[in-house]
């Protein structure tokens, strides 16, 4: 099983700020996926295949990466970018996720 | 517009049963794999049954497998959930997800039921 460990486990970031969050993986994997997580709802498919924003996502985020490390950046934080942030492999069996950013607003 | 709408859940004694539904809409149900994710109270997400678009295709992990057994009703466009033998540790709210195409991510999640294994 590839574990994707991401880093920081939480973090605060001002309006304006720019902000990476990493994900590393125990293995290579081909792709890697990202979901936002708001609190009380469900996860939606942010970025997909390391740096393809899905619809209706904001240009001021981007996704690269390869290997075995990936990164989120978002260009300029807003207040509706506070949330939890998911990376996901389905490169092996079975599918895995990282544990999760928390990106606050501060 | 895609739409799962999950149902099911709720409180059930350790060691006994339970089936979650999902039902499908804005979409052709019956081309797309699916996939049911959980989510522990204030925990990460674990991926917990694929099934291919025709149905004869079934995956899980170690957590799980002969435990839990997804299926789905392509005329109905309603993905199943059957949960034996449960855990404390099964405890979460449980996705129903749809694959992207034949790819080992998710596009579309629904809202969500919560199950709670307690006696």
């Known amino acids: 099983e590839i574990v994707l460990t991401q880093s920081p486990t939480t973090m605060a970031a001002s309006p304006g700020e720019k902000v990476t969050l990493t994900c590393r993986a125990s293995s290579s994997v081909s792709y890697m996926h990202w979901y936002q997580q708001r609190s009380g709802a469900s996860p939606k498919l942010w970025i997909y295949?390391?740096?393809k924003l899905a619809s209706g996502v904001p240009n001021r985020f981007s996704g690269s990466g390869s290997g075995t490390s990936y990164s989120l950046t978002i260009n300029s934080m807003e207040t509706e970018d506070a949330a939890t942030y998911y990376c996901?492999?389905?490169?092996?069996?079975?599918?895995?996720f990282g544990a999760g950013t928390k990106l606050e607003l501060k | 517009e895609v739409q799962l709408v999950e149902s099911g859940g709720g409180l059930v004694q350790p060691g006994r049963s339970l089936k979650l539904s999902c039902a499908a809409s804005?979409?052709?149900?019956?081309?797309?794999?699916m996939a049911w994710v959980r989510q522990a109270p204030k925990k990460g997400l674990e991926w917990v049954a694929s099934?291919?678009?025709?149905?004869?295709?079934?995956y899980y992990p170690d957590s799980v497998k002969g435990r839990f057994t997804i299926s789905r009703d392509n005329a109905k466009s309603t993905l199943y959930l059957q949960m034996d033998s449960l855990r404390s540790e099964d405890t979460a709210s449980y996705y129903c997800?749809?694959?992207?195409?034949?790819?080992?991510?998710?596009?579309?999640w629904g809202q969500g039921t919560l199950v709670t294994v307690s006696s």
């Open positions: 996901q492999q389905g490169s092996s069996y079975p599918p895995t």
């Open positions: 997800a749809r694959h992207f195409s034949n790819s080992n991510w998710f596009a579309y």
């Open positions: 099934i291919s678009s025709g149905g004869g295709g079934t």
């Open positions: 295949e390391t740096s």
């Open positions: 804005g979409f052709t149900f019956s081309s797309f794999p």
